[in-house]
Every structure is written in C-alpha cells, then in structure tokens.
C-alpha cells in the first residue's frame, strides 16, 4: 500500500503552492508609549566644565596653606608616624633563631623519606637551597591554612596561634632564608606565581 501524504490547509490555500515574500517595508503599528520616545528632555546632558587653575594659582594656594599651616597647630592624625624599631621577638622565633642547618636538613630528609613516590621532578628543586625546599613544602601544606595574599611568617604565627602545631624547622629556615636574600623570602612562591598570571607578567 502507498504512503497517503496529507495536506494542510495552508497549502491547498496558496495560489499554486508557492510561499509568499515577505517584505521588509512595512512600517510598525504597535502603540509606543510616550515614555519610550525619545524626546529633547531625556537625552543626556553634557558634563559641567571644570576651572582647571593654572599652574601659578596653584602654587599660590599651596604658598597660603603652608603659611596657615606654619601659624596653627600641625595636624599630627593626617601625617604617618615614623616606622618604630624592628618588633621584639617572640619566643618560638629566638627558639627558631638557635636551630642549625644540620636539623633543618635532618627535617627535609625526613620529608622525602616519608614519601610513598619516588622524586620524578628532580629538576624542578635544582638550585634551591634546603631551606628554600622546607619552605615552598610548608607553602603547599594546606593543614596550616592558605598561602595566598598572606607572607610566610604571618601565616606560620597565625598557624600557631590556632594550635596547628607548624613545625618549628619551617621558622628557622624562614629566618635564615630572610637573612640570605635580604628579606626577599617573606613571600610564598606560590604567590609569586598566581599575582604573576594574574597580573600577566609571566
């Protein structure tokens, strides 16, 4: 038996079968309201102009504010206060101050010798001193909470302070880490590496 095919209505109607043109003339007869017109007084107005004074007007100003300033009393809340002298150290950072090289090695061994994988990425360690090593392992231990936007010294006494226990090993070899490269070693390496993408530096 053959396929019966249906016709619709729509089809029988045209003239011939064919589908009309449409035509892209017609103008749009739907009712605007008058908010939706554009109109003289919802157009945007144009900034008022700003006296920029001169360079001499405004060297005399500053002459008159110096001159005020010299007669009354100096404002002391607006100006910085010097920088007060190096904090007083705490008692784990002059315990830290006392441990030697040979412990800080004697930790990092025990580190990798914990390790169930052997070390695929040697290359990646070359050139970087033990205490460059404690400290980068110290930066991706999550236990101590997160290493971005915070240094490395702040982030180990916020972790002793919420009792993480981080070890004391890590403060040493940020101590001498910090006397090694003038103080450069505050901040976490991974912190370097996600404010240099961000920034686009690379």
Known sequence: MPPTT??????????GGKQSTLSFNHRVTKPVSAAGKSTKDNLVKPAPTVDIPSPAEVKEEESANNSRATTSEPVSPLIAEPKKAAEPKSEAELKAAKISDAAVNKYWNKIESSRMARDVHKKHGE??????????????????????GIDRLRRWKRAERLGLNPPIEVLAALIKEQERVDGKADRAHMDELMNSTAVGAA
């Open 6 to 15: 249906r016709k619709s209505a729509r089809h029988s109607a045209g003239a």
């Open 127 to 148: 050139g970087l001193t033990v205490g460059e090593k404690v400290l980068r392992y110290f930066d991706v231990s999550s236990q101590y909470g997160p290493c971005i």
